[in-house]
């Protein structure tokens, strides 16, 4: 009898990802972590766990990795603090949680965890989430915990208006389509996500970040909107986004994927691709998707030059890869 088939994926943000920006030992550096983190939840999946648990394992991983815009090494706002978004979404049921604009918790998804299991909302933000969180018992640090030097950096970077390459997913040339939007350079990308499907045939997602540098405090972005950044339903796919917030919200990225899967009948390939490639360019949205459907698809999709990004081939075998040519294919 055949296995039933087990899928997994995870980006760490999109952006200007070109070959040369990065010191060959922190390419290896963030190869590592990418496979040390697509791991963690590649063993839940093995030992016949849900994709639930297994999206959260990655997303703990990559929050706890300092090289990613997630948990230690989330970027600053504004006002030099740190604010966490973060979604977790079941496509079993569809049931879901979120926090948007969290402060004191060590890892946001986890967070979003507990709201999804233990309260009757979907969605806690600000102090609210900060007081559930920890009534909930949810590990906090305090918020300077965050800081590295790097995201200290590329914030007094970004409020000087100095373009200094940097090391963390960036697009410097940020045009804002038809809105007009910001000219400003130094949008940073580099939020986390995972999407994968168990052996029940059951898909989830879940997404992390900081957020964009410099933004303005309670600024929410894609990442803990359901639809938007995250999106899991067993009838289509399982999304996670990365990219800059505002263009995936109005395009609802995750949903329109979806619905394009659930009602025009596109594969996952062609569904990501065209929301990626066609509805988002044409907003001037950048950044991209990964995706699984419960058949066992799996597609990274992104219009940047370049996303870091893990998963695992139709044969099992583990990927890892930066750049849009990119692919380190491990043992
Ligand atoms: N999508 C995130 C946001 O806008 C940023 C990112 O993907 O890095 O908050």
Aim: net charge negative; hydrophobic share 35%.
């Amino acid at each position: 009898m055949n296995k039933a088939p087990i899928a997994i994926a995870i980006h760490g943000g999109a952006g200007v990802l070109t070959p040369g920006l990065l010191p060959p030992q922190d390419e290896d550096a963030i190869h590592e972590a990418l496979r040390h983190a697509i791991d963690a939840g590649h063993q839940v999946l093995e030992a016949g766990g849900s994709s639930l648990d297994a999206v959260e394992s990655c997303v703990v991983a990559l929050e706890e990795c300092p090289w990613f815009n997630a948990g230690k090494g989330a970027v600053f706002t504004e006002d030099g603090t740190h604010e966490m978004d973060a979604a977790i979404m079941n496509g079993a049921d569809r049931s879901a949680g979120a926090i948007a604009g969290a402060h004191y918790i060590r890892n946001p998804i986890r967070g979003a965890r507990v709201v999804l299991e233990h309260s009757d909302h979907v969605m806690l933000a600000g102090e609210g989430a900060d007081r559930f969180l920890l009534e909930q018992d949810q590990p906090q640090v305090a918020n300077d915990w965050f800081d590295t030097e790097l995201r200290r950096r590329q914030w007094q970077d970004n409020r000087s208006g100095h373009k200094a390459p940097s090391l963390e997913p960036s697009h410097a040339n940020h045009h804002g389509g038809e809105t007009g939007g910001s000219e400003k350079p130094g949008h940073k990308f580099g939020t986390v996500g995972a999407v994968a499907l168990d052996s029940h045939g059951h898909v989830a997602s879940a997404t992390s970040t900081g957020g964009i540098t410099n933004k303005r405090f309670s600024r929410v972005g894609d990442t803990p909107l359901i639809g938007a950044g995250t999106w899991a339903d067993d009838r289509s796919a399982a999304i996670s986004a990365t990219g800059h917030g505002e263009y995936f919200i109005r395009a609802v990225v995750g949903h329109d994927i979806a619905a394009r899967m659930r009602f025009a009948g596109r594969d996952l390939a062609t569904a990501c691709d065209e929301v990626v490639h066609q509805e988002l360019k044409a907003l001037g949205g950048q950044g991209g998707v990964i995706a699984v459907s419960p058949d066992g698809d799996t597609r990274l999709s992104f219009n940047t030059p370049g996303m870091y990004r893990a998963w695992r081939d139709d044969e099992g075998q583990l990927h890892t890869a930066i750049y849009a040519e990119d692919d380190r294919v491990h043992d």
